[in-house]
């Protein structure tokens, strides 16, 4: 499980980065944790100028993702799941490495509520442990 927030400007964001960012930011959480593709989590937050406030040396498409997730991948995947997005949202978004800052947040599966239950009560149709 994981869900994703991605904040920005709004003038960035909107209106057809949101699709591609979403796209290239799922194709790295498949590929480094092996998350199934239909399981696309996203949600915007595009932000006015006054709103967003960032520092010296990001341009105005600086952008922030963060990531929370299930606890149990491996620090290798975790790696892996940020320079793939530090590589592609370069390659095909032309987004600096600068301008891109990444947080995961891992959660116990316990303290998830899903599908009218804690998270650890379900039953997942993919390994976690990657």
């Known amino acids: 499980m994981s869900q994703v927030k991605i904040y920005g400007l709004r003038e960035h964001l909107d209106p057809v980065v949101k699709a591609r960012l979403s796209d290239v930011v799922h194709s790295c959480?498949?590929?480094?944790?092996?998350?199934?593709?239909?399981?696309?989590?996203?949600?915007?937050?595009?932000?006015d100028p006054d709103d967003f406030y960032y520092a010296p040396g990001r341009s105005p498409r600086y952008t922030i993702v963060e990531i929370s997730m299930f606890e149990g991948r491996t620090v290798e995947a975790k790696k892996r799941l940020i320079r793939l997005?530090?590589?592609?949202?370069?390659?095909?978004?032309?987004?600096?490495?600068?301008?891109?800052?990444?947080?995961?947040?891992?959660?116990?599966?316990?303290?998830?509520?899903?599908?009218?239950?804690?998270?650890?009560?379900?039953g997942l149709d993919y390994r976690v442990e990657v």
């Not at 998350?35 to 915007?44: D, G, M, N, Q, V």
């Not at 947040?105 to 009560?121: N, Q």
């Open 29 to 47: 959480v498949v590929d480094a944790l092996s998350l199934p593709e239909e399981k696309r989590f996203h949600r915007f937050f595009p932000m």
């Open 85 to 122: 997005l530090f590589e592609r949202t370069r390659r095909e978004l032309g987004l600096d490495p600068a301008d891109l800052e990444i947080t995961i947040t891992e959660t116990p599966k316990h303290d998830w509520g899903l599908r009218g239950r804690p998270g650890d009560e379900i």
